[in-house]
């Protein structure tokens, strides 16, 4: 509780102590004034001015707050990011909670079904726990892949399988994302009873 000292023998109107406060980032961060400055408000500087009446010494009081920063998750596609140290608001994908400082904030990420978590992006990396303490604003978003799923024909007798990768015999197996719709085509063998059928065709799409 700073005082603002009035230099002796000098009673003008006029006369006049300025208080400021340097601007930085901190734990806290100023509030207001009180008692002598109160007038001052949120302003960061108090300056008093005595007239005949006012006493020697006028004293000035300052609040202080937390101090808070922002964190904003911007959520992927196929996944969501949540958190339950924080309140995050969202507009569209991107979210932001307002935080005081020093917190710790421990992001969890949920894969919707058919996708696979890569890493994180932003303000936190690799693949392992996220976690930030909010010194400063931060910003946190993460990658995601479609699973991959096998197909496996089983290599059948007087005739042939085909379809997007199979050639069967052969190439009777092959590797595809999420969701990928695959045609294949059963053909007899010439020769053989079937090869008066029409020929057997189906699709199926890989959803694990």
């Known amino acids: 509780m700073p005082d603002l000292l009035k230099a002796a023998g000098t009673a003008l109107p006029e006369d006049a102590a300025t208080a400021t406060l340097a601007g930085g980032t901190y734990a806290y961060r100023f509030a207001s004034w009180g008692d002598d400055c109160s007038a001052s408000g949120a302003s960061t500087t108090c300056t008093y001015v005595w007239?005949?009446?006012d006493p020697v010494v006028a004293t000035a009081s300052v609040?202080?707050?937390?101090?808070?920063?922002?964190?904003?998750?911007?959520?992927?596609?196929h996944a969501t990011i949540s958190t339950s140290d924080a309140t995050l608001s969202c507009t569209?994908?991107?979210?932001?909670?307002?935080?005081?400082?020093?917190?710790v904030v421990t992001l969890t990420i949920t894969p919707d079904v058919g996708y696979q978590f890569v890493a994180w992006t932003g303000d936190c990396t690799g693949s392992g726990t996220c976690s930030v303490t909010?010194?400063?604003?931060?910003?946190?978003?993460a990658t995601f892949v479609p699973q991959s799923y096998t197909l496996t024909v089983t290599p059948p007798t007087n005739g042939t399988v085909t379809g997007?990768?199979?050639?069967?015999?052969?190439?009777?197996?092959a590797s595809f994302a999420y969701g990928t719709s695959v045609g294949l085509t059963a053909t007899p063998a010439a020769g053989d009873?079937?090869?008066?059928?029409?020929?057997?065709?189906?699709?199926l799409t890989l959803r694990g």
Not at 65 to 76: M, S
Not at 93 to 103: E, I, K, L, R, Y
Not at 198 to 203: G, I, R, Y
């Open 193 to 203: 009873w079937a090869a008066i059928t029409a020929l057997a065709q189906a699709t």
């Open 92 to 103: 569209g994908s991107v979210c932001t909670a307002t935080v005081d400082f020093g917190t």
């Open 134 to 141: 909010m010194t400063e604003s931060k910003t946190v978003s």
């Open 63 to 77: 609040e202080f707050a937390v101090d808070t920063h922002v964190l904003t998750v911007t959520q992927p596609a």
């Open 51 to 53: 007239d005949t009446s």
């Open 164 to 173: 997007l990768g199979i050639s069967c015999p052969g190439t009777c197996s």
